[in-house]
């Protein structure tokens, strides 16, 4: 049974900086897929960072730079560094995983496997 479990998001001024973590359990932090993505009411949801068997492939344009994804294996934890902090980065932001079945890419449709997500608010 994989199980993920966001934590570290919360109220933050711009120019500020937070990590999120994701405590994975069922799924191996260096599998096949495993990627941040975050949603606003309203708007399509974005992936923000994705890893590839624990290599980071993918950036979303507007974070590239700012954020960083990584991963603890011994924690079998994956993290988001996010610094640089703009107001639009306000999101909820989700730790997901893809089964094998699936494609390892950003997409309107959900990873098989999804936390119950973390808010981020960056105010002025």
């Known amino acids: 049974q994989v199980q993920l479990v966001e934590s570290g998001g919360g109220s933050v001024q711009a120019g500020g900086s937070l990590r999120l973590s994701c405590a994975a359990s069922?799924?191996?932090?260096?599998?096949?897929?495993m990627g941040w993505f975050r949603q606003t009411p309203g708007k399509e949801r974005e992936g923000v960072a994705i890893?590839?068997?624990?290599?980071?492939?993918i950036y979303l344009d507007s974070v590239e730079g700012r954020f960083t994804i990584s991963k603890d294996n011994a924690k079998n934890t994956l993290y988001l560094q996010m610094n640089s902090l703009k107001v639009e980065d306000t999101a909820m932001y989700y730790c997901?995983?893809?089964?094998?079945?699936?494609?390892?890419?950003?997409?309107?449709?959900?990873?098989?496997?999804r936390g119950q997500g973390t808010q981020v608010t960056v105010t002025e």
């Open positions: 997901e995983a893809e089964g094998p079945e699936g494609r390892c890419q950003s997409s309107r449709t959900a990873f098989r496997y």
């Open positions: 069922g799924y191996s932090v260096s599998g096949y897929c």
């Open positions: 890893m590839f068997y624990g290599e980071p492939i």
